[in-house]
């Protein structure tokens, strides 16, 4: 992915947990490290400049998204694929998902 922020997440272990690095297009492009519980903006919309994923309508926070996102895990090299979730503008989830044909997919939470 060219333009992307990357969204941490520790996965549990046997042994702990384990630092995952996954890139996804949310927010302002720009390459920023999200943790769950931070929000995805770090100004108001409408002073954004720059290219912004997934869609204008997503980041308002009206309401509950997804997006697919592809990364690591610490002691590993195999990519995993998760989808993570976003909730009234902020990171709330990851849940490691076989990884999609299309990595850009997107959508909405179902009520």
């Known amino acids: 992915m060219a333009s992307y922020n990357t969204f941490v997440v520790d996965q549990p272990t046997e042994s702990g947990a384990r ?9 302002v492009l720009d390459l920023r ?3 769950i519980g931070e929000p995805i903006l770090t100004e108001p919309l ?6 912004i994923g ?7 926070g009206d309401r509950p998204f997804w997006v697919y996102g592809i990364g ?8 995993r694929c998760a989808k993570l979730h976003f909730r009234d503008g902020v990171f709330v989830s990851a849940e490691f998902v076989e990884c999609p044909d299309n990595l850009y997919e997107w959508g909405f939470e179902e009520p």
């Open 72 to 79: 690591v895990c610490e002691g590993s090299d195999v990519e």
């Open 54 to 60: 997934p869609s204008l309508e997503a980041l308002q």
């Open 33 to 35: 490290e999200i943790r």
């Open 19 to 27: 630092r995952c690095e996954l890139q996804a297009r949310v927010g």
């Open 46 to 51: 409408g002073e954004i400049r720059g290219t």
